[in-house]
């Protein structure tokens, strides 16, 4: 029952999108991890209010504000001795500075990266169970990431990994709070090209041997404690599910999880970016759009160029286009040994359920699938809008194989 003319308002904030459908993307992302306790709906709302639609600039201004008042809050309920107070706090502005780095460049996005890692770490202190903050040595720098130990002997282990933009301290709402719930170790980490990793060794960018780092990650998962080596899953998350299909065909795993298969990174981001944007002719630098006019070239296009250039390590546009030339699974896929679980969301588009499908027959063993659907409440990529309904499907496969 509703009263237009009643003097009472029982929601001062209105429900919207954008009509910018990546800013839709980011946002559920935010929101998404208020499942387990990463953000909540009202704060987000709140920031989505003060956005001018479409401008990475106001975007960023909103989420770093939000980020910073939540932040203060939590640092006086831990200084007030309310550590669970200042806990949740600082965990959901650690989200916040996340999502203001993603479409801040240079310096300032950097300093929210920071920011998010810090808020993390301080929050760590006072989780149950404990979070361990990790280092892994690697070539010229370190894998930094997290690890959630069961404490249980003999526990299965899983390692999980993003795509381009994702955090660790993403991936802890994501994994590590779901799989801890269940019994399970979890390690998140930071691989070459992820902005938690490139912020600090800005050499280690993207690679297309990807088992390599993971190799690293796996060396140190066997040289500790009540690690069982022979009970390790990997799981990867958007183009986090070629990193770990390539690691799952080098090295011996338990299990893999991807969520979704990508077999061939260029026609993957081709498909994302659009053809006429990816063949375009005229090649462009960082520099060269750094300032131009947003009627000229929009604003989140001019993000994009120095995002990819900088987390792969090329000069130019066309730099980054045939660099993505190497990032194929090609044959990889038929040494993939363990079981597999491979998953998508039905309205992903043409390219990602055909490459879905195209690992799959790949698979030498088969894969255990399931293509998430609108009508059961998923319809965002890497289930960023049900994360429950997601961690429930992820873990009740690995607990009937590893558990």
């Excluded at 387990?36 to 909103?62: F, Q």
């Excluded at 070539?139 to 660790?168: I, K, N, Q, R, W």
């Excluded at 993957?268 to 944007?277: F, I, K, N, R, T």
């Excluded at 659907?373 to 009937?400: K, M, P, Y």
Aim: glycine share 10%; hydrophobic share 40%; net charge negative.
């Amino acid at each position: 029952m509703a009263f237009d003319d009643s003097p009472i308002v029982r929601n001062a904030t209105p429900i919207e999108g954008f009509r910018d459908a990546e800013f839709d993307y980011q946002l559920v992302r935010a929101l998404g991890v208020a499942a387990y306790g990463g953000s909540t709906v009202g704060e987000c709302l709140a920031a989505a209010a003060e956005i001018a639609d479409g401008s990475p600039r106001s975007w960023s201004r909103a989420f770093g504000t939000l980020a910073g008042r939540v932040e203060e809050e939590g640092r006086a309920c831990l200084a007030g001795g309310h550590h669970v107070s200042g806990r949740d706090h600082l965990l959901r502005a650690s989200t916040y500075y996340r999502t203001a780095e993603y479409y801040t460049p240079g310096a300032d996005g950097a300093h929210f990266g920071d920011r998010s890692r810090a808020c993390f770490v301080d929050a760590a202190a006072h989780v149950v169970p404990p979070v361990e903050v990790v280092e892994i040595p690697f070539e010229t720098g370190a894998l930094p990431g997290y690890l959630v130990a069961s404490g249980a002997s003999g526990a299965p282990t899983l390692v999980a990994m993003g795509g381009f933009d994702s955090s660790a301290e993403e991936l802890y709402f994501h994994y590590a709070v779901p799989g801890a719930e269940r019994g399970w170790n979890v390690l998140v980490v930071d691989g070459p090209g992820q902005p938690g990793c490139l912020r600090r060794y800005p050499d280690l960018t993207f690679r297309p041997d990807y088992e390599e780092p993971v190799g690293a990650v796996l060396d140190h998962l066997a040289g500790r404690d009540g690690i069982d080596r022979d009970r390790i899953a990997l799981v990867g998350q958007s183009f986090g599910g070629y990193f770990a299909a390539r690691a799952a065909a080098a090295h011996p795993v338990a299990a893999l999880v991807v969520d979704p298969p990508v077999v061939d990174l260029r026609r993957y981001m081709e498909a994302w970016v659009g053809p006429e944007v990816f063949h375009m002719a005229n090649d462009v630098r960082p520099e060269d759009v750094a300032g131009v006019p947003e009627d000229l070239m929009p604003r989140q296009m001019q993000w994009g160029i120095e995002a990819i250039c900088r987390r792969f390590g090329v000069a130019s546009f066309h730099g980054w286009r045939d660099a993505l030339s190497a990032y194929v699974l090609g044959d990889a896929a038929s040494r993939i040994a363990c079981p597999v679980l491979a998953l998508v969301g039905e309205r992903e588009g043409p390219e990602p359920l055909a490459q879905f499908q195209a690992f799959v027959d790949a698979l030498p063993g088969g894969a255990t699938t399931h293509r998430f659907t609108v009508a059961e409440g998923v319809s965002a990529h890497c289930q960023a809008d049900n994360v429950r309904r997601s961690a429930q499907v992820i873990f009740d496969w690995l607990d009937d194989r590893l558990g």
